[in-house]
């Protein structure tokens, strides 16, 4: 075992068992089988095996549990013990634990550190040592520890002195904080100061270039209740956050309608507003209004034919409202005005549609006899229609045919029928070998 295999088996779930495969194994009842890969380098199995056993009031147990990926230095695991031993109250463990990897110089750690000691009464101790690092990190890490030691109006000197910077290359001319994302960061301070009125003209004079600043104006005028200044905002908004904030306010008060109303001006305003849009369906649907809301998305598959999310979108609400087979019209006529002919990319989102309204069986034979309907890519989504209607062996016998392609939902599928070894042995082949980068365990640039 060793901290680089780790980081490569992790981050690319390739020769483990990955995280919601655990979870299904506990679900299932199969809770020895964690506990023993625990104990055999995979990783997930270890921390879902550590909690446990922290919740059962056994943590020397589970600390021994972690104790053989602690060993190996990876930060993964580091942060993860140090999160448990946060959880289990035993704060001063979790602090010198972090410490250690962050005088050992991983570039992680810092902020790690610097949170978790603002977060148990340490947050001057916390300030001071951030501040010796300016440049290593974003400075909005500074800001938000600056809040919890009281130290806003050093924090705002430091982020004003960025608000001067006039970017001649983003992002590497400035590390990323150009001036507008420093005009983010001293609102966020006003705010918290009570000089609302100066965060929002901050805010404004840079969101126009900048769209998390248009986001987090949008955010001030609802915490401020400002709804006439959201409505304004709404009206040229093409990111459509006002008006999701102004409806969530309006739904929140009882005033659906308002609401509704918002989102339908907003999409008058600032043409081709598919995201509000989108937005404006849900809302119908959670208050019952679910045919209003196929209209609006197939308004929008009308505008934005053969966009998957659109036609997906579509689908899922004639599904939910129970009228499959207007949902196969609403497809079929979008699929014409293409030309007739679907790649399996939009083709399989009819599937449900198809069983639902014919059958599992009918639905399979369809995706069978589609010329993409042989691949791998298309098996998942045969398969979830069989397992869905309780015939989880016609499932794995589906994707076996491509099993090494489809790992992850085989075993899952696997498990469910308790064949948990055959789901090991299909996970658990051997991974490539991650490339040896110089330079140890972490580095500042891609390997490119």
């Known amino acids: 075992m060793d901290a680089t295999d780790l980081e490569y088996r992790a981050r690319t779930r390739s020769g483990c068992i990955p995280p919601e495969l655990v979870s299904r194994l506990l679900e299932r009842g199969h809770v020895d089988v964690v506990e023993l890969y625990a104990g055999r380098g995979e990783w997930f199995c270890a921390l879902a095996w550590a909690r446990l056993l922290g919740e059962q009031g056994r943590q020397a147990d589970a600390l021994e549990v972690l104790a053989p990926y602690l060993a190996t230095g990876w930060w993964t695991a580091v942060a993860a013990a140090a999160e448990l031993l946060e959880g289990w109250g035993r704060v001063d463990e979790a602090i010198e634990m972090t410490r250690v990897r962050m005088e050992a110089g991983h570039p992680m750690a810092l ?29 909005g890490i500074l800001v938000d520890v600056a809040g919890a030691a009281g130290r806003d109006e050093e924090a705002a000197a430091l982020v004003a002195a960025r608000t001067e910077h006039r970017c001649t290359d983003f992002p590497w001319c400035c590390r990323g904080l150009d001036r507008d994302t420093a005009f983010g960061y001293l609102a966020t301070i006003r705010e918290r100061q009570g000089r609302t009125d100066e965060a929002i ?13 248009r986001e987090q104006l949008a955010s001030v005028l609802a915490r401020d209740g400002r709804l006439d200044e959201l409505r304004a905002m709404a009206a040229t908004d093409d990111s459509g956050s006002a008006v999701q904030h102004l409806a969530r306010l309006l739904e929140e008060a009882g005033d659906v309608e308002g609401a509704i109303a918002a989102y339908r001006q907003a999409d008058q305003a600032v043409a081709g507003d598919s995201k509000s849009a989108f937005e404006l369906a849900q809302l119908l649907a959670r208050h019952s209004r679910g045919s209003e809301a196929i209209d609006v998305m197939r308004v929008q598959a009308d505008i934005y034919n053969g966009y998957d999310w659109v036609l997906h979108t579509l689908a899922e609400l004639c599904l939910d409202q129970g009228r499959p087979e207007e949902g196969l019209a609403h497809l079929d006529a979008l699929a014409a005005a293409r030309g007739g002919e679907e790649e399996w990319d939009l083709y399989w989102i009819r599937l449900p549609l198809i069983a639902a309204r014919d059958g599992v069986d009918e639905a399979v034979a369809q995706a069978r006899s589609h010329p993409e309907g042989a691949t791998r890519y298309a098996a998942p989504h045969i398969a979830e ?6 015939r989880t062996e016609e499932a794995v016998a589906v994707l076996e045919q491509h099993s090494s392609l489809n790992s992850h939902d085989l075993a899952g599928y696997l498990i469910d029928l308790g064949r948990v070894e055959d789901a090991m042995a299909i996970l658990l082949q051997p991974a490539p070998r991650p490339p040896k980068w110089a330079g140890g365990l972490w580095r500042d640039e891609p390997p490119f």
């Open 385 to 390: 229609l069989l397992a869905g209607a309780g």
């Open 111 to 139: 902020e790690f550190y610097t949170r978790l000691l603002a977060r148990h009464g340490r947050a001057e101790e916390a300030f001071t040592l951030l501040s010796r690092h300016i440049g290593e990190l974003p400075l």
């Open 201 to 213: 003209a901050l805010l404004r004079a840079s969101s126009t270039s900048l769209l998390n600043n």
